[in-house]
């Protein structure tokens, strides 16, 4: 049976616009995918739905459509996309809407039951993460285009593997396959050489990254598949690629889904020649009994203001503002008050701006007014009788609304999955029948150690190894890999959490664990806690952890210097 080519065409919520017809143009594709939703834009589409019931869907998507669906139909290529959000129903009836005005027949579909609001009271957006068989249902009644609210991600893959190949819910090694390529495709150009951590090393071997094609997958009948992209678009695919993507945002060698547990420690990657990885191997396990439902709530309001200090005594500088910011945090004290100091500043600077540091307040509380323009006005009041130099980034202002998520599970028959097919016909698609709770296989071995005695040289990590790291409601994973069996042996010995918590001091007294992935030749590290209550309460400066592993990469060891 020829493979199944699904490509991707968006990784979040405000992607390269034109994404969709440069896939639609530069290649065969049989099925194309669209991711738009994260924990932080259903807390938007929340907000969205607050002011008009009828919004709550990606808006981008229409826009995209109008110009490509003529495209489409012209090439034969079925859309699958999570666009719906909040309102799958609402989209689906706007793409009829758009089709209709285009003068284009298209059979459209959706998905939904995955709104569990009204269950979760205080929630903005309570919603399930469903698989892949009501898309599967879907296609198999002649969709051209589906529209769901919240799948999981690999969902996009695995409802039109199943529709194509016949799969049944049973097929767990083949659904496995295609939740990996699902997972590898749904970041976009992530997997295309996008926040690569070897960049470098791709534009020095003449690979032009400014402008990567988004990625595909060929997709055979038993699971295995070939990540790749179309022909002659930049970027690049490779094993290194391949591997950060799979990485990234999942914990141990389970990676558990409505429809599949696939097990990343059976993953296999070679290269397959240019720009193509192939991936075998997979195997899968009946999914848990319950389902991820994630909640969205507001958590109160929050400001901040960032003073900048400037050239000498930069720590007295900070201290005196906050003795002198003390008087109004104790007339209405905020729940929060974060007070960090970033040494943004060198000596001897040849500009101003590498000369400052900046000082940053951030609060919280449940009562605006509290957070409100009283606070950041005694910040500004201070301005001709606080430090020389005194300065802030931004006027005062009002508090400002902020977010939180938190992820719950409910039983898989508790959440009503229904495919609404193009014909009107509404399909109930069976929870998981076959389920098995969610535990941690048996740590593997490590390799042998790599040999002691050897010269080494205190370097960064990042010149051996690559990361990538990424966010999971207040946890954040990293991701760690190398490139050679002999620079694993040494990894897997080295970086262990304790050597992880002294490099990253900010995880020092929070819960890390370690998981091996040996095929991979990489470490999967998950913080407890780092983000605090998610990326919408913007606990630290970098709220949804993307940098957290290049801060990893930079921080020295003594290396063998065989391996650099």
């Not at 997972?183 to 402008?211: I, K, P």
């Not at 790599?450 to 990293?478: E, F, I, M, Q």
Request: glycine share 12%.
């Amino acid at each position: 049976m020829t493979p199944l080519r699904i490509g991707n065409a968006s990784g979040f919520y405000g992607d390269r616009f034109g994404a969709m017809r440069e896939m639609l143009t530069g290649g065969e594709l049989d099925v194309l995918t669209g991711d738009y939703l994260a924990e932080l834009t259903m807390l938007i589409l929340g907000r969205d739905r607050l002011k008009d019931p009828g919004a709550g869907y990606a808006r981008t998507f229409l826009r995209q459509l109008e110009d490509c669906l003529g495209l489409a139909q012209e090439r034969g290529v079925r859309i699958v996309t999570n666009a719906g959000g909040l309102n799958p129903a609402g989209l689906a009836d706007a793409v009829r809407e758009l089709a209709g005005r285009l003068c284009i027949g298209v059979r459209v579909a959706h998905v939904e039951g995955d709104d569990l609001t009204a269950a979760h009271p205080g929630s903005l957006a309570a919603h399930a993460y469903l698989g892949g068989f009501g898309i599967a249902e879907c296609l198999r009644a002649g969709a051209d285009i589906v529209v769901t609210g919240r799948v999981t991600d690999a969902a996009l893959v695995t409802g039109p593997a199943a529709a194509h190949f016949g799969w049944r819910p049973e097929d767990y090694d083949r659904l496995a396959g295609a939740v990996v390529a699902g997972h590898v495709l749904e970041c976009g150009t992530q997997a295309t050489g996008g926040n690569y951590a070897f960049f470098s090393e791709a534009t020095a071997a003449g690979r032009d990254l400014r402008h990567p094609g988004f990625p595909l997958a060929e997709l055979h009948e038993d699971g295995s598949c070939v990540i790749t992209k179309h022909p002659g678009t930049g970027g690049l695919v490779d094993v290194g690629t391949v591997t950060a993507q799979l990485l990234y945002e999942t914990g141990g060698a389970r990676y558990a889904g409505p429809d599949v547990t696939a097990r990343l420690d059976t993953v296999r990657l070679g290269q397959d020649g240019p720009d193509r990885v192939r991936i075998e191997g997979v195997r899968g396990e009946s999914p848990p009994p319950s389902l991820k439902v994630g909640r969205n709530r507001l958590g109160g309001f929050r400001n901040e203001v960032v003073f900048v200090l400037t050239g000498l005594d930069i720590e007295a500088k900070a201290a005196l503002v906050r003795e002198q910011m003390a008087d109004a945090l104790a007339k209405s004290p905020p729940s929060g008050v974060t007070w960090e100091l970033a040494r943004t500043d060198r000596p001897d600077a040849d500009t101003e701006e590498t000369a400052g540091a900046l000082l940053r307040l951030v609060v919280r509380d449940r009562d605006q007014e509290t957070v409100g323009r009283a606070l950041t006005g005694a910040a500004v009041e201070l301005a001709l009788a606080s430090y020389p130099g005194f300065h802030v980034l931004a006027p005062p202002g009002k508090g400002a609304p902020y977010g939180v998520f938190e992820d719950v599970y409910v039983p898989q028959g508790d959440v009503p999955h229904v495919a609404v097919l193009h014909d009107g016909r509404r399909i109930p698609v069976p929870p998981a029948q076959d389920t098995l709770v969610l535990q941690d296989p048996p740590e593997p071995p490590p390799p042998e150690p790599y040999p002691a005695g050897g010269p080494t040289r205190r370097a960064p990590l990042g010149l051996l190894a690559g990361a990538r790291s990424g966010d999971k409601g207040g946890n954040a994973n990293v991701g760690v890999w190398v490139r050679s069996d002999e620079a694993w042996r040494w990894l897997a010995h080295t970086l262990t959490v304790e050597t992880f918590r002294r490099l990253l001091p900010e995880t020092a007294e929070l819960p890390v664990t370690r998981h091996l992935l040996p095929n991979l030749r990489a470490l999967n590290f998950t913080v407890e806690g780092i983000l605090g209550q998610g990326v919408a309460a913007q606990h630290r400066f970098d709220p949804q952890a993307k940098a957290l592993g290049e801060w990893l990469r930079s921080r020295h060891l003594d290396i063998p210097e065989a391996l650099l």
